[in-house]
């Protein structure tokens, strides 16, 4: 049965005593967590107690990539980390794609564990099957591209990709990121806050070559087809042409783009100037890619003297937490705040939402201009942004207390600053509002790693044509009903919403890209997924192996949860989201809060978690092959 399946090969390294070893997981045990979070949860829950503290050495860091990492065909080039989230308590999940994750695996690894913490900061330097810990006092305290740089010279060559933190993980900032090609984000959780907590400024790997398929002739074929399918979908040559931010416009002319501290849902002041068309026909220098990828959605800006192309560009979320979310209408200064960011190694959702609560906080006269170091933090005040970041990443002053995310800071602040908060799990909302999408909302909810837009499929497939591609494809997971408009929560929305949040799941732990792969919209669909798998590493899959895979991933996470101290009442949405939207094209409009938590409940039961925990029950564990874990 598992003939075909490779072994992992995992890095094991002790930051405390300097020790590095070599682990083995057989393929019949990596079928069963074949890459992402997936593997780094098996290797997490194998040691560690889920309450640790996750600044201590005791917790854990996984980067992780999968049996298909590097395949030479698009959406392969990703990488995960896993660790106990300093932002939310719960495991932490994020992915990035870029170069990175191929030579990662080019260099035979498919997975590094860090424990402990060194005793003075160093970087993992990583040349095929030889792994040495460097000293890295000369490139802590620096910026990505200054540290970058530094490195390169000081190993004597080029041929090298850098997965680093920047001041803001070096400062435990709690929402800190690991950047990769300066401009690649490994974001949400705070990830990069754990590897600063370990004194561990980088992980540089030696360039290599890509995976050689299980079937090269057909594989050739295979990849020559996936490229021409970007022709054939409209999606995905938009998605290239204006990248994720091509949207932006669209949402608030509908009245569903978070704006002001999510406040109402309409822009016109200002959507328009920061969405991908005016990016595209303005300061876009460059289409960047990931590895063998021929979609090329990753933006590079350049305004001369104020924003370096090194830096990349924003995305949608980004745009948006730093734009409308702040009441922002100069493209300019998002991109320098989403240039800041990649610079000091920051979130850009979370950081640009902390500073749109601060705003709020600041109009309401709950902080004052005293509190806020005199800065005047008034929605669509560009001006402080710069300062105002640069201050978090080095916790001078109010970016201390912003340093701390949202929720933590309106507990600081009190005064009634916790009304108006936008997170789950003490995690900042992505820029998808479920007044518009309820089944995301659903999602946020009851995600293990707090809210996050790219955990299932969206309310808005439903409401295409029957004989539509992504309706044809959703009919490969499951068969769902269509709709007039992708407000309603029933019974099927729910099952919706599960079925494509397991499938999601699997793209995570085989750490795919979701643009290329997935259930419905994307350039690839579940046939094509499957035929990935049998081509690329002689794996003859199903989609019940996949879905069932994914469900995994997910219960492990629920599970390192609940021994962690989290329940159902951590499933929650803010409370402004139940509120009448205020004015737009989607004044009046809310989410109706008896359905939704009808749905979240109809959701524990079809999840098989127990509906007075929200925690997995022993039977669904045992179902799953985690009875281990017992």
Same mark, same amino acid.
């Given at each position: 049965?598992?003939?075909?399946?490779?072994?992992?090969?995992?890095?094991?390294?002790?930051?405390?005593?300097?020790?590095?070893?070599?682990?083995?997981?057989?393929?019949?045990?990596?079928?069963?967590?074949?890459?992402?979070?997936?593997?780094?949860?098996?290797?997490?829950?194998?040691?560690?107690?889920?309450?640790?503290?996750?600044?201590?050495?005791?917790?854990?860091?996984?980067?992780?990539?999968?049996?298909?990492?590097?395949?030479?065909?698009?959406?392969?080039?990703?990488?995960?980390?896993?660790?106990?989230?300093?932002?939310?308590?719960?495991?932490?999940?994020?992915?990035?794609?870029?170069?990175?994750?191929?030579?990662?695996?080019?260099?035979?690894?498919?997975?590094?564990?860090?424990?402990?913490?060194?005793?003075?900061?160093?970087?993992?330097?990583?040349?095929?099957?030889?792994?040495?810990?460097?000293?890295?006092?000369?490139?802590?305290?620096?910026?990505?591209?200054?540290?970058?740089?530094?490195?390169?010279?000081?190993?004597?060559?080029?041929?090298?990709?850098?997965?680093?933190?920047?001041?803001?993980?070096?400062?435990?900032?709690?929402?800190?990121?690991?950047?990769?090609?300066?401009?690649?984000?490994?974001?949400?959780?705070?990830?990069?806050?754990?590897?600063?907590?370990?004194?561990?400024?980088?992980?540089?790997?030696?360039?290599?070559?890509?995976?050689?398929?299980?079937?090269?002739?057909?594989?050739?074929?295979?990849?020559?087809?996936?490229?021409?399918?970007?022709?054939?979908?409209?999606?995905?040559?938009? *998605?290239?042409?204006?990248? +994720? /931010? @091509?949207?932006?416009?669209? !949402?608030?002319? $509908?009245?569903? #783009? &978070?704006?002001?501290?999510?406040?109402?849902?309409?822009?016109?002041?200002?959507?328009?100037?920061?969405?991908?068309?005016?990016?595209?026909?303005?300061?876009?220098?460059?289409?960047?890619?990931?590895?063998?990828?021929?979609?090329?959605?990753?933006?590079?800006?350049?305004?001369?003297?104020?924003?370096?192309?090194?830096?990349?560009?924003?995305?949608?979320?980004?745009?948006?937490?730093?734009?409308?979310?702040?009441?922002?209408?100069?493209?300019?200064?998002?991109?320098?705040?989403?240039?800041?960011?990649?610079?000091?190694?920051?979130?850009?959702?979370?950081?640009?939402?902390?500073?749109?609560?601060?705003?709020?906080?600041?109009?309401?006269?709950? *902080?004052?201009?005293?509190? +806020? /170091? @005199?800065?005047?933090?008034? !929605?669509?005040? $560009?001006?402080? #942004? &710069?300062?105002?970041?640069?201050?978090?990443?080095?916790?001078?002053?109010?970016?201390?207390?912003?340093?701390?995310?949202?929720?933590?800071?309106?507990?600081?602040?009190?005064?009634?600053?916790?009304?108006?908060?936008?997170?789950?799990?003490?995690?900042?909302?992505?820029?998808?509002?479920?007044?518009?999408?309820?089944?995301?909302?659903?999602?946020?909810?009851?995600?293990?790693?707090?809210?996050?837009?790219?955990?299932?499929?969206?309310?808005?497939?439903?409401?295409?044509?029957?004989?539509?591609?992504?309706?044809?494809?959703?009919?490969?997971?499951?068969?769902?009903?269509?709709?007039?408009?992708?407000?309603?929560?029933?019974?099927?929305?729910?099952?919706?919403?599960?079925? +494509?949040?397991?499938?999601?799941?699997?793209?995570?732990?085989?750490?795919?890209?979701?643009?290329?792969?997935?259930?419905?919209?994307?350039?690839?669909?579940?046939?094509?997924?499957?035929?990935?798998?049998?081509?690329?590493?002689?794996?003859?899959?199903?989609?019940?192996?996949?879905?069932?895979?994914?469900?995994?991933?997910?219960?492990?996470?629920?599970?390192?949860?609940?021994?962690?101290?989290?329940?159902?009442?951590?499933?929650?949405?803010?409370?402004?989201?139940?509120?009448?939207?205020?004015?737009?094209?989607?004044?009046?409009?809310?989410?109706?809060?008896?359905?939704?938590?009808?749905?979240?409940?109809?959701?524990?039961?079809?999840?098989?978690?127990?509906?007075?925990?929200?925690?997995?029950?022993?039977?669904?564990?045992?179902?799953?092959?985690?009875?281990?874990?017992?």
């Amino acid at each position: 049965m598992y003939k075909n399946f490779p072994d992992a090969k995992i890095l094991d390294v002790d930051l405390t005593s300097g020790n590095i070893k070599t682990r083995v997981l057989s393929g019949e045990v990596y079928r069963l967590y074949p890459g992402g979070s997936a593997l780094g949860l098996y290797l997490i829950l194998q040691e560690m107690d889920p309450k640790v503290d996750p600044l201590s050495p005791e917790n854990m860091l996984v980067f992780s990539v999968s049996p298909l990492t590097g395949l030479p065909v698009s959406g392969t080039s990703r990488v995960t980390t896993t660790t106990k989230s300093p932002l939310t308590g719960t495991i932490g999940d994020s992915q990035a794609g870029g170069f990175f994750p191929m030579h990662l695996k080019a260099n035979g690894w498919d997975a590094v564990v860090f424990r402990g913490r060194a005793e003075k900061p160093v970087y993992l330097y990583i040349d095929g099957d030889k792994a040495e810990l460097r000293d890295a006092a000369n490139v802590w305290g620096k910026v990505t591209g200054e540290a970058e740089r530094i490195i390169k010279t000081e190993l004597g060559h080029e041929d090298v990709e850098i997965a680093q933190i920047g001041p803001a993980g070096e400062n435990l900032v709690r929402y800190a990121s690991i950047i990769n090609m300066c401009n690649r984000a490994n974001g949400r959780n705070g990830t990069g806050t754990v590897m600063g907590s370990k004194n561990l400024k980088a992980l540089v790997v030696k360039k290599g070559k890509g995976l050689k398929p299980y079937n090269p002739e057909k594989f050739k074929e295979f990849s020559k087809r996936v490229i021409n399918m970007i022709k054939e979908n409209p999606n995905i040559e938009g *998605l290239g042409e204006f990248g +994720t /931010d @091509g949207d932006l416009e669209g !949402f608030s002319d $509908e009245g569903f #783009l &978070p704006t002001k501290n999510w406040t109402t849902g309409y822009f016109p002041e200002g959507a328009k100037n920061i969405t991908g068309t005016t990016m595209a026909e303005t300061i876009l220098k460059d289409r960047d890619t990931c590895y063998a990828c021929a979609v090329r959605c990753k933006r590079v800006v350049e305004v001369p003297g104020i924003v370096d192309p090194l830096y990349g560009g924003p995305e949608y979320e980004t745009a948006a937490s730093f734009g409308s979310y702040c009441g922002i209408t100069d493209l300019t200064a998002v991109c320098l705040a989403n240039q800041l960011c990649n610079m000091y190694g920051l979130d850009t959702i979370s950081c640009g939402a902390t500073i749109a609560f601060a705003m709020e906080c600041y109009e309401r006269g709950i *902080l004052t201009r005293e509190d +806020t /170091d @005199g800065l005047e933090l008034k !929605f669509g005040n $560009e001006k402080v #942004l &710069p300062e105002l970041i640069r201050k978090i990443a080095y916790k001078e002053g109010i970016g201390a207390l912003l340093a701390e995310g949202s929720k933590r800071a309106a507990k600081a602040i009190g005064k009634g600053a916790e009304e108006l908060t936008v997170e789950v799990k003490g995690q900042e909302l992505p820029a998808h509002m479920p007044q518009y999408k309820p089944m995301v909302g659903l999602i946020y909810a009851v995600n293990p790693f707090g809210a996050d837009h790219q955990s299932s499929e969206h309310d808005t497939f439903l409401t295409l044509p029957k004989d539509s591609l992504p309706i044809q494809r959703l009919g490969k997971i499951g068969t769902y009903r269509t709709y007039d408009n992708p407000f309603e929560i029933d019974d099927d929305k729910v099952r919706y919403a599960f079925d +494509t949040q397991c499938f999601y799941s699997i793209l995570d732990t085989l750490n795919l890209c979701q643009f290329v792969w997935g259930p419905s919209w994307e350039l690839c669909g579940p046939d094509e997924t499957l035929e990935l798998c049998r081509l690329g590493i002689g794996w003859n899959t199903s989609i019940f192996e996949l879905m069932r895979i994914g469900e995994r991933r997910i219960n492990m996470m629920r599970y390192f949860n609940a021994k962690a101290g989290f329940t159902k009442k951590d499933d929650y949405l803010p409370k402004r989201l139940f509120e009448p939207m205020p004015d737009g094209p989607s004044k009046g409009i809310q989410i109706d809060e008896k359905k939704f938590n009808e749905a979240k409940e109809l959701y524990y039961e079809f999840a098989g978690w127990d509906k007075e925990s929200g925690n997995p029950t022993e039977a669904t564990l045992r179902k799953l092959s985690l009875g281990w874990l017992l």
